[in-house]
């Protein structure tokens, strides 16, 4: 698709890059692949392989652990598949194996782990569709049945699940699991830049327990990865499976098609100019996806691309549908009934889309990664692809903006994963115990800090020391204390009073800020009133709601120093980087104007407090150094100083403004100082925090030239306003900001 006339002569348009159409480099199937999976693969249009699955199927035929990074659509699938399919169905791998103290072929299995349930369906679509007698692929999560799931452990050749099964259903049963376990030769680990922070350190514990059972039942399992953005493919791979040799195929040999990406400076509100894009493309025939970065925003972009489409179908898609409701929006993108969804990360992966000629992304993502990622969904064969980019006034998107060479040439970021997060590998550890006893052998699997790991959870009574090692203590499975999302208990139903329906779900550690009593819940662009929040039930009971407004929480923080772990001088002032305790509280909300974004009214709120231990950076400047700045302007400097140093960090660690948190004070109680603090937003720390800590210089100059370059006179939101305060963004002094930083870095 090139870029219509209307756009390219717009005074929006402010950059336009265009990447050439690549024509593709093709080769034979490996010789090991056996004529009817060559015909099978023949019957769905591959009758060829490009290059890079070629190299990446013999490695892992061969078994080496491949770590795969090449473009959206690059046939990555097609790679690990021929060695799952020659393993399971023609019972061969290019590697020895263990065959047991008995000798026997007990035949060969593999794992598929994919981020999201919609994704692992998908796969199994495509597996099926290549009609293998033979081959028994399986979907394996918690919408399987009792007979899918006996199909899993007793016959399957390749089973298709995501972490949080294999952790709470697979491990913990693993003697039920023994046929799998023991003739585990392939795991797949799909869509690989998706375990980041939190989330990636609580599914490399949960690999490494996997490894550590394979291994007691004879087993060592290849390792593939495969993702389409990531500049270190192989490392990440290393760091989420533990495993130290890994071949990297990071050179796409795909046909690809031309791609033309705007950035597109709306004069109006970036949310309605999405709208706009929108509902243009799709009455002229175009299929369109609308990122944004909320799950408020697609609603409401939804709401008005339908309002200007005509006939044409435009949906909102996010988490927190059931599944009915996903599956008939999928259905509908894949069939061209649909012609246009607004969406969040949700649609990022995992649904087969085809045809899809422009996608919008109403603000950056957070991370290049999935800017590209989510540009990569457009592109229908023999035409090239439009990507939009409509920056939102946040600081972070101004300046990638002002430097437009930061998105269209600079490689993605390294994904950042910590997988000794000690509040993380102590849960973990206490998982594998209950599996199996552990021994000072182990640490072959969790690292060198598994000592003193146990020793504290020995001393807590978690665990017992016996001659043949630790062992669990407790009556409750360890892993129902473990959640993999950091989502924190039970997700909360959005309930409809009237009829008992149950319209979506909210994850725990949002439902204070979003079905707290008063709130308007978005439902596919219907509004609904939160009439009643019962925490301790996880339900929110709902009417439906008025148009013309929409609510924002407000949060009461503070944080408590626990733990020092590293220092550096900084100009007039010290950082620091190590443990906090934060202790926050919703104490009430605003209601704003849907058009203009004006306060109409607060409303106070009695909820419960909540704490979170993990990882923060923080900075202090000494009284004597702030004797320029009166004394009535550092509470609006820390805090505008703070919100822009959060609006920033993502430019240089891989996360967006929702992952990350702050407080700032001008007189901290564990300081006796001015302290500004950017934390974590997941328990234990998810090393955004300590990559800030690491580049401080250059993300505080950056937030510095932010303040500096902002035309505006008081602040706004392109440099000091927060979409996300929860004190309703006052205090904010920009000057005094500028001038505070200046303290620091010049």
Same mark, same amino acid.
């Given at each position: *698709?090139?870029v219509p ?12 890059h $265009?990447?050439d ?11 090991w ?9 023949a019957?769905v249009?591959?009758?060829r ?7 990446a ?5 061969t ?20 060695a799952?399919i020659?393993?399971?169905?023609d $019972?061969?791998v290019g590697f020895?194996?263990d065959?047991?103290?008995?000798? @026997?072929d007990?035949g060969?299995?593999?794992l598929y782990?994919?981020p999201t349930?919609?994704?692992a $369906?998908?796969? @199994?679509?495509?597996?099926r569709?290549?009609g293998l ?8 999560d ?6 899918e799931r006996r199909f899993?452990?007793?016959?399957a050749?390749f089973?298709?699940t995501?972490?949080d *099964?294999l952790?709470?259903s ?7 699991w023994?046929?799998l376990?023991s ?5 797949v ?6 375990y980041r ?6 599914t ?11 291994? $007691?039942?004879g087993?060592?399992?290849v390792?593939?990865?495969a993702s389409?953005t990531?500049c270190? =493919?192989g490392?990440?791979?290393?760091r989420?499976?533990?495993?130290s040799?890994?071949?990297?195929i990071?050179e ?7 791609l033309?990406?705007?950035?597109w400076q ?9 709208a706009?894009? *929108?509902?243009?493309l799709?009455?002229?025939?175009r299929?369109v996806?609308?990122?944004t970065?909320?799950r408020?925003?697609?609603e409401?972009v ?6 200007h ?5 435009v949906r ?5 549908y059931l ?5 008939a929006i999928?259905t ?6 649909v012609?246009g969804v607004a969406?969040?990360?949700a649609?990022e992966?995992?649904?087969d ?6 996608v919008?992304n109403?603000?950056f993502?957070?991370?290049?990664a999935?800017?590209?990622?989510q540009a ?5 064969a023999?035409?090239d692809?439009l990507?939009?980019l ?8 101004v300046?990638?903006?002002e430097?437009?060479?930061?998105i269209?040439?600079a490689p993605?970021e390294r994904?950042?994963?910590? =997988?000794?997060?000690p ?5 973990h550890?206490?998982a ?9 052998d182990?640490?072959?699997?969790f ?6 790991v146990l ?5 807590a ?6 001659p043949?090692?630790w062992y669990?203590?407790r ?7 473990i959640d993999?999302r950091?989502a924190g208990g ?5 309930v409809?009073?009237?009829?008992g329906?149950?319209l979506?779900?909210?994850? =725990?550690a949002?439902?204070?800020?979003s079905?707290h ?5 978005l439902?596919?662009?219907?509004p609904?009133l939160v009439a009643?929040?019962l925490p301790?039930?996880h339900?929110a009971?709902?009417r439906p709601g008025?148009d013309?407004?929409?609510t924002?929480a407000?949060n009461h923080?503070?944080?408590q120093?626990l ?6 001088q ?10 906090v305790?934060?202790?926050s509280q ?8 849907e058009?203009t974004?004006k306060?109409w ?5 009695d909820?419960?407090?909540r ?7 923080w900075?202090t400047v000494?009284?004597?150094a702030?004797?320029?700045i ?6 609006g400097?820390?805090?505008?100083a703070?919100?822009?140093?959060i609006g920033?960090?993502?430019a ?9 948190g702050?407080?700032?004070t ?10 500004v603090?950017v934390?974590?937003g997941a328990?234990?720390g998810?090393g ?7 580049q401080?210089d250059?993300?505080l100059g950056?937030?510095?030239?932010r303040l500096?370059?902002?035309?505006c ?7 000091v306003v ?5 004190n ?8 005094a ?6 303290l620091?870095?010049?």
């Open positions: *698709m090139t006339q209307w756009m390219s002569q717009d005074a929006r348009l402010r950059h336009h $265009h990447r159409a690549q024509p593709g480099r093709s080769t034979e199937f490996p010789e692949v056996s004529e009817p999976v060559r015909q099978a693969f019957a249009g591959i009758e392989l490009w290059q890079h699955q070629a190299d199927a013999q490695a892992a035929f078994g080496h652990s491949v770590a795969m990074a090449t473009g959206t659509a690059s046939g990555k699938s097609a790679a690990y598949l021929l799952a020659t393993a399971g169905l $019972h061969r020895a194996v065959r047991g103290p008995l000798d @026997l007990r060969h299995s593999a782990l994919a349930k919609a994704l $369906h998908d796969q @199994l679509r495509a597996c569709e290549l007698n033979g081959w028994q692929p399986i979907t394996l918690g919408d399987s049945s009792d007979g899993a452990r007793e016959s050749s089973v298709l995501n972490p *099964m952790h709470r697979v491990l913990p049963s693993h003697q039920r023994t046929r376990l003739t585990l030769r392939y795991v680990i799909d869509e690989a830049h998706r922070g939190i989330f990636g350190a609580q490399a514990a949960v690999l490494r327990r996997l490894r550590r059972l394979a291994h $007691h039942y087993a060592d399992p390792f593939i990865s389409a990531l270190d =493919p490392e990440l791979l290393q989420l499976s533990g495993i040799d890994v071949v990297e990071t796409d040999s795909s046909a690809r098609p031309g033309d990406h705007l950035i709306p004069v109006d509100d970036p949310h309605h100019e999405a706009e894009l *929108m509902a243009r799709v009455v002229e025939g299929q996806l609308a990122f970065t909320s408020v925003q697609a409401l939804a709401v008005r691309a339908q309002q489409a005509g006939q044409a179908v909102s898609y996010r988490s927190g599944a009915e409701d996903r599956r999928e509908g993108l894949q069939s061209g009934q012609r969406c969040t990360n649609l992966l995992g649904v889309i085809a045809g899809i000629d422009a919008i109403c603000g993502p957070g991370t290049l999935s800017l590209r990622q990569g969904r457009a592109g229908r023999g035409a692809a990507a939009v409509i920056p939102r006034p946040d600081p972070l998107d300046y990638l903006c430097h437009p060479e930061l269209f040439d993605v994904t950042v994963l910590h =997988p000794q997060n509040q993380v590998l102590a849960q550890v206490a594998a115990a209950q599996e199996l006893p552990l021994t000072e182990d640490q072959r699997w690292g060198p800090t598994l000592p003193s020793e504290r959870l020995t001393t009574g978690y665990l017992r020391r016996r043949t090692g669990w203590t009556p409750d499975r360890a892993v129902d204390s993999l950091a039970h997700s909360v139903e959005v409809d009073e009237a009829t329906r149950v979506g779900q909210v994850d =725990p949002a439902a204070d800020r079905v009593t008063g709130a308007i819940y439902h596919q662009g219907e609904w009643d929040y301790a039930e339900t009971l709902v008025r013309g407004y929409f924002q407000l923080s503070d944080i120093i733990d020092r772990l590293d220092q550096v900084l100009g007039a002032g010290q950082v620091f980087f190590g443990t305790e934060l202790a919703v104490t009430g909300y605003l209601r704003r104007d058009q974004g306060v009214d607060s409303t106070p709120l909820l419960p407090r704490t979170l231990r993990t990882q923060a950076v900075y000494d009284a004597a702030l004797v320029g009166p004394a009535k302007d550092l509470p400097a820390a805090h505008a703070e919100h822009t140093a920033l960090l993502p240089f660690a891989p996360c967006d403004r929702w992952d990350i702050g407080l700032s001008t007189l901290h109680p564990d300081t006796g100082q001015l302290t603090f934390h974590d328990a234990g998810a955004f925090a300590e990559q800030g800590f690491t401080i250059r993300w950056a937030t510095v030239d500096r370059g902002c035309p006179v008081d602040g706004c939101p392109s440099c927060s979409p996300k305060c929860g309703g963004n006052q205090p904010l002094n920009k000057a900001a500028a001038r505070l930083l200046e620091l870095v010049g």
